[in-house]
């Protein structure tokens, strides 16, 4: 039979008991094999009195025909006594099993050997007997158990986790992880970041990605899209992005309208637990329809918020008329046409706006509270009557920043620490977290049990260890890394163990492994509290900063802690010295408290990490002027880096970096003039090669280097980055062809005025013929990426608040016509049909979602029935709306637009 469980007592109405016992199984009686079980190799737990009944499961079962009961100890007040009871089912007999084996000395390959169990063997005819080969009266026999079945089902319990599908050999067990997101020996350890925030920190771009908010938690990843930007947004869509327009709603029969977003409940929920803030818009018209039917209906905008959530579409109401607030508080459950979801409700309550319609009514709101997203239910009940109507759209939930990614504790005394409730990974325990530190070695955190515990420290400046005993004697993994880790960055920290392996990486170095024994405990038993920067014995403490330490995927609040805790505190500042180099093209790294930013002031670029090139599209005869300076004085308004271009200030070096694109020739690209006549220009020839000229002495003509490998105005993207360093000039296009020249015409740039892109509007008489020619024709065509020195000409000349010194003639727009290779590595994780570029200051709200209703300016795109209304008409009736929304806890896109119903 399959035994499943045992069971024992000790003799009735007596005092003898056994306390301990071995348990024993054979399939003939005579030969016998102990069963081991993972809480005590060396035995199973017995009777505390002659009564009470101790049941042991049997995992993994085991398949016998005798069980024989061994006591070890008992009552010493007593003797021996025993009552037992077996559970379980019939199973199929076993006699032997046999192991691998070779035949042959001289064969070319091994056969392997039969595994698993044989009985009832005979050879013609007659029954082998097992116990005589077993004796060596029969035969021989190598690699073999005799009268005992010792097959064991190591798939079950399954010890694959996240739905990776269990194998076995005769000795151990193998997880396929294959389409289940996760990763590692049983499939513990996620594929995918946690949040957009970790995605941003590793410098990916917006697009979509999938996401862990649990990490190695029950919940499975899902798809949402990021949009990076300072602090990044992740973005949920729902089925029913759309505008819906409702008729012939009553109380009765109500309209009711459910949202599926791409994520599960607990997903969802998980998601804005986790983000720092997160919102969802919902815009609404309607028109001749009730906010609560019967006597006494009350204006609930005018009337005291419960909730707090509001969102002012316009003056306040103590403005007086034309003022409108869409106002968001808990609605009673006995309100007619309510549906409860989970318990919680919330009703919009909507103020009318003047729109030329006496019954007409119009607001926008943004639900902000995180308890109240997202909304899954909007019911209307109050449309049934002539005329009556209301048209609503519910937004994408919106999710910005991560709290538990920045969540830190500074520790500064050797004895200082913080504590936790037990770990609990009896089977599976990852540990992840950040350290920045100065000291040469430290505990991170340490948890203990009455044997068993498990660790992780900093050994020395290059040594990270793991260790930990779950009954097997203590087990030590280590990485070293090439360079010392107590350099004041941040490094990541990932540990983790279960039934088959521990492991330990520090950030990118490789990851160190460790088998755990075929047949060793394998449960992690902890008691007492987790101790983290420090131990129970208040020795080798960690002097430094821990960030998102996470247990299992989830996340322990640091700072919460730290604030009552002496020798730590909440947060750690300093941030860029390890993530600086994600700002490029010159965009330097600002602290925040939660992160960093990378300012792009003086970079020709944008964006998040100053990756975005700013591009121009030039109209024919257009022309962008920077004036570095007035002649006599310097401009009130001008910048701090163009007042270092003084006209007594002489240069002796610049670089000049940009892109074009254009099938125009000639044409200007760029021209650089100064008080004393002395001039730069970059031209394409009529033959459309590219020249260079410099006349750094009014007296002498000017040195022209021609590049004439190619026709450069082919319609295509061109770099250009020249850099002159007194009377050499360095010189190199699309980043291959590079050459380095000598000037004649001088080593120095004098009292520079203006640097003209297009049209030289007032070219004079000390410049060259072609020069003055190009010049007089302009550019038509793309302009990206411009940089002189510090500067950043096109970026100031397409600035909504353009300097005072920056004049733009003729069509001159903004255009992503530089971005050349670098757009569609923008949107490598995007979906087809993605809306467009990112916007860097504000979420996306309907990243592809082309087919989804246009709320802002009109446009030929935009969908029937939506436009900007004016606050113009007089304010007139209500209308009740119902928004149900999960029992959890999050900001949109702020567009500020209503709907009218044609």
Not at 149 to 174: A, M, V
Not at 540 to 545: E, S
């Amino acid at each position: 039979m399959e035994v499943t469980a045992v069971a024992t007592q000790g003799g009735y109405g007596s005092s003898d008991w056994v306390t301990s016992y071995l348990l024993m199984f054979s399939d003939s009686g005579r030969n016998w094999k102990q069963y081991r079980q993972e809480e005590s190799i060396s035995g199973f737990r017995g009777n505390a009195n002659a009564d009470s009944v101790v049941l042991h499961r049997l995992r993994p079962p085991v398949e016998t025909r005798h069980v024989r009961f061994l006591p070890a100890a008992w009552n010493p007040d007593g003797r021996i006594g025993m009552r037992v009871e077996l559970y379980g089912c019939a199973y199929r007999e076993c006699a032997a099993r046999v192991g691998a084996g070779r035949s042959g000395s001289d064969c070319a390959l091994a056969l392997a050997g039969f595994q698993g169990c044989l009985r009832d063997i005979s050879i013609n005819a007659r029954e082998v007997d097992l116990i005589a080969v077993q004796q060596g009266s029969l035969g021989n026999f190598s690699d073999l158990q005799v009268d005992t079945c010792g097959i064991l089902d190591r798939c079950l319990p399954n010890y694959c986790e996240h739905g990776g599908k269990c194998s076995q050999t005769w000795n151990t067990f193998y997880c396929n992880c294959s389409s289940t997101g996760y990763t590692g020996a049983t499939c513990h350890h996620s594929l995918y970041e946690q949040s957009c925030e970790a995605y941003k920190h590793k410098g990916y771009s917006s697009g979509f990605y999938h996401i862990d908010p649990d990490g190695s938690g029950p919940l499975e990843p899902f798809l949402v899209f990021c949009n990076i930007t300072d602090a990044p947004w992740t973005v949920l869509h729902h089925n029913s992005s759309a505008v819906t327009r409702v008729k012939g709603a009553s109380p009765a029969r109500p309209h009711s309208a459910a949202f599926q977003y791409e994520a599960g409940a607990a997903q969802l929920l998980a998601t804005v637990a986790r983000a720092g803030h997160c919102q969802q818009e919902l815009a609404y018209h309607c028109r001749r329809s009730r906010l609560r039917d019967g006597p006494g209906s009350v204006d609930a905008c005018r009337g005291p918020l419960t909730r707090g959530d509001a969102a002012s579409m316009g003056p306040s109401p103590t403005q007086g008329p034309g003022s409108s607030l869409g106002s968001f508080s808990a609605a009673p459950p006995h309100l007619p046409g309510e549906v409860l979801q989970g318990g919680s409700s919330i009703r919009l309550d909507l103020a009318q706006m003047r729109t030329g319609d006496p019954g007409q009514m119009n607001d926008t709101g943004l639900l902000s509270h995180k308890e109240h997203l997202p909304v899954t239910r909007i019911v209307i009940t109050d449309t049934g009557r002539p005329g009556s109507e209301v048209a609503y759209r519910l937004g994408p939930l919106l999710c910005q920043g991560d709290r538990s990614f920045w969540n830190s504790a500074s520790f500064h005394t050797e004895t200082s620490y913080l504590h936790f409730p037990t770990f609990h990974g009896e089977l599976s325990a990852d540990v992840s977290f950040f350290f920045k530190t100065t000291a040469s070695s430290g505990v991170f955190l340490e948890n203990l049990g009455i044997t068993d515990f498990i660790s992780l420290e900093l050994r020395s400046p290059t040594k990270v260890a793991f260790s930990f005993d779950v009954g097997n004697g203590p087990c030590e993994v280590m990485v070293q890394a090439c360079s010392p880790l107590n350099d004041n960055r941040w490094h990541l920290v990932h540990a983790e163990r279960n039934t088959k392996e521990s492991s330990l990486q520090v950030d990118l170095l490789p990851r160190v492994a460790q088998s755990a024994p075929t047949d060793g405990h394998v449960l992690l038993q902890l008691n007492s509290q987790l101790f983290v920067g420090g131990t129970a014995t208040r020795q080798r403490g960690f002097l430094g900063c821990i960030r998102s330490l996470q247990l299992n995927g989830q996340t322990l609040d640091l700072e919460e802690r730290a604030k009552v805790t002496p020798g730590v505190e909440p947060g750690c500042p300093g941030h860029c010295r390890t993530y600086g180099h994600l700002c490029h093209n010159g965009g330097r790294c600002q602290e925040r408290p939660r992160g960093f930013s990378c300012d792009c002031e003086l970079s020709a670029f944008t964006g998040p990490f100053c990756s975005n090139e700013i591009s121009a599209y030039f109209g024919t005869g257009s022309s962008v002027t920077y004036s570095f300076q007035e002649y006599y004085s310097l401009s009130a308004n001008s910048s701090s880096y163009a007042a270092s271009f003084h006209r007594d200030t002489t240069l002796a070096r610049e670089m000049i970096v940009f892109s074009f694109q254009t099938v125009q020739t000639p044409s200007l690209l760029l021209y650089v003039d100064s008080f004393y006549k002395e001039y730069m220009s970059v031209i394409l020839a009529k033959n459309g090669s590219l020249q260079i000229r410099y006349k750094l002495d009014m007296h002498q003509d000017p040195d022209v280097f021609i590049f004439n490998f190619k026709n450069m105005a082919d319609g295509h993207l061109h770099h250009v980055k020249i850099d002159r360093e007194e009377g050499v000039v360095f010189v190199e296009v699309n980043q291959k062809t590079r050459r380095q020249m000598s000037l004649s015409s001088g080593t120095e740039f004098h009292a520079i005025k203006s640097l003209v892109l297009g049209r030289i509007l007032e070219p004079g008489g000390h410049v060259d013929p072609e020069t003055a020619r190009a010049g007089a024709q302009g550019f038509a065509g793309c302009l990206s990426g411009l940089q002189f020195e510090r500067l950043a000409p096109l970026k100031a000349a397409l600035s909504p608040g353009r300097p005072a010194l920056t004049s733009v003639r003729g069509p001159v727009s903004a255009s992503d016509c530089g971005a050349g290779d670098g757009a569609a590595r923008e949107l490598t994780h995007a979906r087809a049909g993605d809306s467009g570029p990112v916007d860097e200051g504000e979420p996306i709200a309907d990243a592809a979602r082309r087919d989804s209703a246009v709320i802002g300016e009109h446009s030929p795109r935009e969908s029937e029935g939506v436009h900007l209304l004016k606050d113009d008409g007089p304010l007139r009736s209500y209308n009740r709306v119902t928004v149900l929304l999960h029992p959890g806890s999050g900001r949109p896109t702020p567009l500020r637009r209503h709907f009218a119903v044609r």
